[in-house]
């Protein structure tokens, strides 16, 4: 129980941070400014859609919902 | 009726359309049972057209964020301690993950990531909202190339 919240404290925290990166006038580096960043290179393309990819298989097409 | 007014009805009516046309798609992928070939091709589909609509724009993206003279592409500085925070998050994450799948992955006392998202993909409609949203961050670089400007100026 306490991991999970630790998850969620996790998830909350990112989506926090994201919102104050877009805001602090390009002190820090919001993820949208990394994935941009990674995104202009070949290699950074091909590994940011293999990470996408990896993630949508993952998540919807080899989950088991716990009984 | 004016040309521009007219353009923009059309536009409207495309959007509209591409939206209900994708938003079908996620309810009718998200409803496939798992591990199985028609679960895997419903994800594989999106990720074939974003490798392609990647390579097809990355001309005119580069064109909106540098410029077409050779000279003007300058690649953003990250920096290290600007990244630093989502480093933390990410070792973090890395973490609780290693601990999880340590114990063997489906523990209830320390879970992974998978298995507390996994409770969530029991409803149909968390599955369509979560796979709607992972497809807008995979399209989202390759839709509106001007809109990654503002970030590539920010870092400036």
Redesign the interface.
Known sequence: MIVTVAWLVLGATAALWELVCRRSGGRWASLGAIGSAWWQRLPGVIVLIAVWAFVGWHVFARYTVPK | MRPARKSTRVRLWGATVAAVAVAAYCWW??GLR??TVP??A???L??VA??VV?AAT?GA??RA?HGSAPGRTK??N??LR??L??TV?LA??AG?EG??LALGGRSS???T???????A??WHVV?FV??AA?LA??FA?TIRPRW?HR??V???
Do not use: E, I, N
């Open positions: 992928s998200t798992p591990f679960a895997y419903a994800v594989g999106p990720v974003l490798a990647a990355r993206w580069r964020t690649t953003p990250l920096g600007r990244v925070p989502w998050l973090a994450a609780l601990a999880g006392s320390v879970p990531l998978s298995t507390v998202v996994d409770h993909l029991a599955r979560m796979f992972w961050v995979g670089p990654r970030y590539d920010a870092l400036r």
